[in-house]
């Protein structure tokens, strides 16, 4: 990562709540930016963004330009092999504020969002870095919207033509409630495929970042399968191919009486 450009989109400025949403949002990015030595090259503002029901969310939106060092580090997003191991770099939590759990399933935007620790956030980058370079890395993805089991859904069907299953055990962390285990959106965690994961597990304690393995990468016949405690959940690929890659043109392919049952019972994202 070299430097960012930034989109600030945001409602009635002349609002105090509106104001203070832009004054926060600029000073947490620029607090980021010193955290990770990332400079801002420049960007813009987009104010007044309402309509007859309210403004809307606050939406900074960043966007970053790095460097590669070698095209032997390009690592992509999506599992690649059977049998690889999948670690979670970081840690889940009982946060749930803020999730589009619930906006989505509850209707509900509310609640403090996770806790952001910058220099957990730079130690787990550098750990990831440092074992994309030693090679031990077959994949890697964040956990973001929707948590870590739409991020480990992402993973198995990432590649339309070429989906591959997982089995996932999460029962070390099975004291957390279950919605927050799955849907939280902790922050500081990446999902990784390896082949090597002692090697993983090293470079992440260097780092002292927490990490373990949580699963192992299957066949696609074998599906997607969480595990934690006695309770498994479990689907073929196929559904989640289908939501996932016919959003949009579903979306764009609705009649308008079917968008008006859609704004009024809005589906989780990607469905």
């Not at 450009?5 to 947490?28: D, I, S, W």
């Not at 420049?42 to 007859?52: A, T």
């Not at 370079?133 to 964040?142: E, I, K, L, P, T």
């Not at 956990?143 to 590649?159: H, P, R, T």
């Amino acid at each position: 990562p070299m430097a960012i450009t930034n989109c600030l989109n945001f409602g009635n400025p002349k609002r105090p709540e509106v104001y203070f949403q832009f004054t926060q949002a600029v000073r947490g990015m620029g607090e980021a930016c010193v955290a990770l030595g990332t400079p801002v090259t420049g960007g813009n503002v987009s104010f007044y963004n309402e309509n007859p029901r309210g403004a809307v969310h606050p939406t900074p939106v960043v966007g970053m330009v790095g460097l590669i060092d070698s095209l032997e580090h390009i690592t992509r997003s999506g599992f690649t092999t059977a049998g690889d191991d999948i670690v979670l770099l970081g840690e889940p939590s009982d946060e749930l504020g803020g999730s589009e759990y619930l906006a989505r399933l509850h209707g509900v935007v509310a609640g403090a969002p996770p806790h952001c620790d910058l220099a957990r956030e730079k130690a787990t980058i550098d750990a990831l870095l440092d074992a994309i370079r030693a090679g031990a890395v077959r994949s890697a993805h964040d956990c973001s919207d929707g948590g870590l089991a739409v991020a480990l859904a992402e993973c198995c069907i990432a590649d339309e033509d070429g989906t591959i299953g997982a089995e996932i055990e999460l029962t070390k962390w099975g004291a957390l409630p279950l919605r927050a285990l799955l849907f939280g959106e902790a922050q500081a965690r990446i999902v990784v495929s390896t082949a090597s994961a002692p090697a993983v597990l090293e470079h992440a304690r260097r780092h002292g970042v927490p990490a373990l393995v949580i699963g192992r990468v299957r066949s696609p016949e074998a599906g997607f399968s969480i595990r934690v405690g006695e309770r498994v959940m479990h689907t073929p690929l196929e559904p989640l191919v289908r939501a996932f890659h016919d959003a949009i043109p579903s979306i764009m392919n609705a009649s308008v009486a079917e968008v008006a049952v859609l704004e009024q019972h809005p589906q989780p994202s990607g469905a």
